[in-house]
C-alpha cells in the first residue's frame, strides 16, 4: 500500500507521462508543419527528443544526493507544464525571425534548431524519471523502477487517447498545452500540499487558475500563425484527423497549406489549365473523368470545358472542400460533379467505374504518403480502373532549362515505373514536368489540340505554347533521363529517397558523410555498455525502428496517419504498460529469459513483412487494417515493456544507477533506430528489408547475451 505522500508521487508520475505524450504528439506535428517535414524530419526530432530525455535520465542519477527531492520535483513539474507553450510559441515565432522567409531549411537547421528548442523539456522529464525511480523506491524499501516505469506508460496512454480522440477534433494546439500546463502546476501544488507546504500550495493553485483563464481567453494559435505566415492574413486554421489545415489571403488569392506544405492557391490560371488540359486533350472523347485532389484550386472548372459526363473528385480531407467551397467558389453546382471523402487509394479499391482520364494533382513525393501516388503498385491498380485509350497525368517539379543528377534521377524513376505499365509516355515540360501515359498514342501537339477541340483557355494556346518547342524541351528530358531503369515501390519508396538526396544537394550535404557522423559516435557507446544495457540498447534500436516502420506502412496501405501517428504510439507505450507491470510478474527473473525476450522481438520483425504484404488485399477494410496495426504495435510494446523490467532486476547497484543507465541506454537506441531507420535503412533498403535486418540484429544480440551470461 502506498501512502498519500507516495499516491501524490505516483499521480505526478502518471502526469508526467500524459504530459510527455501529447507534449511529443504536438512538437511533432508542429516541427513536420513548420519545416514541411518528413519522415526524415520524424526521425531528427525523435532522436532528439531520446537523446536529450536520455542525458537528463542519466545526469539525474547525480541529484540522488540532494536529500529534500521535493525541491528539485515541484519546480520541475511545474517547468514541465510552462515550456510546451513557450517551445511551440518559439517554433512559430523564430522561424522567419533566424531563417529568411522561402529559404529552405537545411538538415543541419533543423537539427540543431530542434535541439536546443527541445533540450529543457526532454531534459527535464529525464530527469524526474530517474528522481522518482529512486525516491519512491527508499521510500518501498525495494526497486519499483518497473513500476515507475509502469505508470508513465499509463500516463501516456491516458494522454494518447485523451489527445486523439478529444483534443484534435475540438480544441486548437495552445488551448490543448495550456490545458497540460494546468495539469502539471495541480499535480505540484498536490505534492506541496501533502508535505504540509500548504500556503505554497494555495498560492500555486491560485497562480495556475490565473495562467489558464489568461491563456483561454487569449486566441495564441493566431497569434502564433500570423508570425509564421509573414504578410499574409491567416483566414483559417484547423487540425483535422488528416492533417493540419491552413489558408491564408495575399490580395485576392487564396493560398492552401496542409501540414506547411502548399497544397494549392486559387485563380492560379496557368497552373489550372496545365493540370487539365495537356491530358485531356490527348483523348478524343473524354466521357468518365478522374481527379485526385486539386479540385478547390479551379480545374474543376477546366475540366467541365469537355463534354464530360461524370467528373469525380477525389479529396481525403472534407475540411479542404468545406473551407475551399466557402471561400473560392470553384466548387459548381453540376449533377456531373462527385465529391468523394476518401483515400484514393482505398477508392480505386472500391469503386466499379472506369475511366477515360485521371488527373493526379499532388504535390512532389517529398515524403511516403505523397509517395505511394507514385509506385508502380498504384500505377497497376489504377489501370485496371482505365478504359482501353485512358490517358493518366501526373507531375513533378519543373527541371527548367537544366536537369540536374538528383532531379535527373527522380523523373528517370517515375518514367521507368509508369512504363512498366503503360505502352507510351511522354513528359511535357511547363510550370511543372507532366507525365502522360496511356497505352494509346500520345502528341506533344498541345496548342494544336486545344484548336482542333475548340478548348477556350487563356494560358494553354497557341499565343503562349509553342508545339515545337514542348516536343525539343520534352526529348532532351527524355535523353537525359534515358539511362536509368529503377522502379518505385510502395515498400521500398526510391523516389522519396531520390527526393531526400536531392533536397540535402542543395545545402552540399553528403548524403553518407551524414551516416557515418551518426553511426560512428553511437557504435563508440554500445561497445562500452555491459549486457544487460546492450540488450535494452537493441530492444530499443528495435522498438522504434519497428515503430516508425509500422507508421509508414500504415501510410502506404491506408493513406494518412496524421490521427493514426498518435495512436500508434498510444497502444506502444499501452504495450510497455502491461509489459512492465503485469507481464513481469508472471516470468522468471534470470538471463536466459531476457535472452529469450530478445529472439522473440527478432521472430516479431521477421514476421511482421508477411502480414503487411498479406493487408494490401484488406485495403477496403478499415477495421481489420486498423486492429492489425494496433496488436501488432502492442506486442512490440509488450516485449520492450518486459525486456527493460528484467533489465532492472537483473543489475544490482543503485536504484538512481539502474534507472539512469537503464532507461538512457533504451532511449539511446531508441534514438539510433529513429534516425538510422528514416535517413538511411528505410529509403535505401525498403520497408521489408528493414524488418528483417531488425530481426536479425536481435536474434544475434540473443544469442551474444547467451553466452555472455550462460554462467551467472
Not at 529513429?674 to 536481435?698: E, Q, R
Request: hydrophobic fraction near 50%; charged fraction near 15%; proline fraction near 2%.
Amino acid at each position: 500500500m502506498f501512502t498519500k505522500t507516495e499516491n501524490s508521487l505516483k499521480y505526478s508520475i502518471i502526469i508526467l507521462g500524459f504530459t510527455t505524450l501529447v507534449t511529443q504528439i504536438i512538437l511533432l506535428r508542429e516541427f513536420l508543419t513548420v519545416f514541411n517535414g518528413n519522415e526524415l524530419v520524424i526521425g531528427i526530432i525523435l532522436a532528439n527528443w531520446m537523446l536529450l530525455t536520455a542525458g537528463g535520465t542519466f545526469i539525474g542519477k547525480y541529484f540522488d544526493r540532494v536529500g529534500e527531492k521535493m525541491k528539485i520535483v515541484v519546480p520541475s513539474q511545474i517547468l514541465l507544464g510552462i515550456l510546451p507553450i513557450i517551445v511551440v510559441f518559439l517554433i512559430y515565432y523564430l522561424k522567419n525571425l533566424v531563417l529568411p522567409v522561402g529559404k529552405m531549411v537545411s538538415l543541419t537547421e533543423i537539427f540543431i534548431g530542434s535541439l536546443i528548442l527541445l533540450l529543457p523539456f526532454c531534459f527535464i522529464s529525464g530527469v524526474l524519471f530517474t528522481i522518482f525511480c529512486s525516491w519512491l523506491s527508499s521510500l518501498q524499501n525495494t526497486n519499483i523502477i518497473n513500476k515507475v516505469y509502469a505508470w508513465e506508460a499509463f500516463g501516456s496512454i491516458a494522454g494518447g487517447l485523451v489527445f486523439n480522440f478529444i483534443f484534435i477534433f475540438y480544441l486548437k494546439t495552445f488551448f490543448s498545452l495550456t490545458i497540460l500546463m494546468m495539469l502539471n502546476l495541480f499535480a505540484a501544488g498536490f505534492i506541496l500540499f501533502t508535505y504540509n507546504k500548504k500556503t505554497a500550495s494555495y498560492i500555486l493553485s491560485a497562480i495556475t487558475i490565473l495562467l489558464t483563464i489568461l491563456l483561454m481567453t487569449n486566441n495564441i494559435d493566431r497569434k502564433a500563425l500570423n508570425f509564421l505566415y509573414e504578410n499574409q492574413e491567416v483566414i483559417f486554421y484547423k487540425d483535422t484527423p488528416y492533417g493540419n489545415i491552413v489558408v491564408t489571403k495575399t490580395d485576392d488569392q487564396f493560398n492552401f497549406f496542409e501540414n506547411g506544405v502548399s497544397v494549392f492557391s486559387s485563380d492560379n490560371i496557368i497552373s489550372n489549365e496545365e493540370n487539365v488540359h495537356y491530358a485531356m486533350v490527348q483523348h478524343a472523347k473524354p466521357e468518365n473523368v478522374l481527379l485526385i485532389s486539386g479540385g478547390v484550386a479551379g480545374t474543376l472548372n477546366e475540366i467541365l470545358k469537355y463534354n464530360i459526363k461524370s467528373l469525380d473528385y477525389v479529396e481525403i480531407n472534407p475540411t479542404l472542400i468545406e473551407i475551399g467551397e466557402m471561400l473560392t467558389g470553384n466548387l459548381k453546382d453540376d449533377e456531373r460533379i462527385h465529391i468523394i471523402n476518401q483515400d484514393a487509394r482505398i477508392y480505386l479499391a472500391k469503386t466499379e467505374k472506369s475511366y477515360d482520364v485521371v488527373l493526379i494533382n499532388l504535390p512532389d513525393p517529398s515524403n511516403v504518403q505523397l509517395n505511394r501516388y507514385y509506385t508502380l503498385e498504384f500505377f497497376e491498380k489504377l489501370k485496371e480502373k482505365l478504359n482501353s485509350k485512358a490517358v493518366i497525368s501526373i507531375s513533378l517539379q519543373s527541371t527548367k532549362n537544366y536537369v540536374s543528377k538528383e532531379a535527373g534521377q527522380i523523373h528517370a524513376t517515375l518514367f521507368s515505373t509508369l512504363k512498366l505499365v503503360f505502352k507510351n509516355v511522354i513528359i511535357i515540360p511547363g510550370e511543372r514536368n507532366y507525365f502522360l501515359s496511356s497505352d494509346d498514342n500520345l502528341s506533344y501537339a498541345i496548342s494544336s489540340l486545344i484548336i482542333s477541340k475548340v478548348i477556350e483557355t487563356e494560358y494553354v494556346n497557341k499565343f503562349y505554347i509553342d508545339d515545337y518547342r514542348i516536343a525539343e524541351e520534352s526529348r532532351l528530358i527524355e535523353d537525359a533521363i534515358s539511362n536509368h531503369e529503377k522502379i518505385n515501390y510502395d515498400f521500398k519508396p526510391l523516389i522519396y529517397f531520390l527526393q531526400l538526396k536531392y533536397w540535402l544537394s542543395y545545402f552540399g550535404h553528403s548524403y553518407y558523410l551524414l551516416g557515418l557522423i551518426i553511426f560512428i559516435p553511437f557504435l563508440i557507446i554500445i561497445f562500452r555498455l555491459n549486457i544487460i544495457n546492450f540488450g535494452l540498447f537493441v530492444t530499443g534500436f528495435s522498438a522504434s525502428s519497428i515503430e516508425i516502420v509500422l507508421i509508414i506502412a500504415f501510410q502506404v496501405i491506408y493513406g494518412y496517419v496524421y490521427q493514426m501517428m498518435g495512436i500508434i504510439i498510444t497502444f506502444f507505450m499501452a504495450g510497455l504498460g502491461i509489459g512492465s507491470y503485469y507481464l513481469i510478474k508472471k516470468i522468471s527473473i534470470n538471463h536466459k529469459v531476457f535472452s529469450i525476450i530478445q529472439y522473440l522481438i527478432g521472430i516479431i520483425s521477421i514476421l511482421i513483412p508477411l502480414i503487411l504484404l498479406g493487408l494490401q488485399n484488406y485495403i477496403s477494410s478499415s477495421f481489420v487494417i486498423h486492429l492489425t496495426f494496433i496488436i501488432l504495435i502492442m506486442i512490440i510494446g509488450i516485449l520492450t515493456g518486459v525486456q527493460f523490467s528484467l533489465a532492472t532486476k537483473l543489475r544490482v547497484s543503485y536504484i538512481s544507477t539502474i534507472a539512469a543507465t537503464a532507461y538512457s541506454s533504451d532511449l539511446l537506441g531508441s534514438a539510433v533506430g529513429a534516425l538510422l531507420s528514416t535517413a538511411f535503412l528505410i529509403p535505401y533498403l525498403g520497408l521489408i528489408k528493414v524488418l528483417l535486418l531488425v530481426g536479425i540484429i536481435n536474434i544475434i544480440a540473443g544469442l551474444i547475451i547467451l553466452l555472455k551470461t550462460k554462467n551467472r
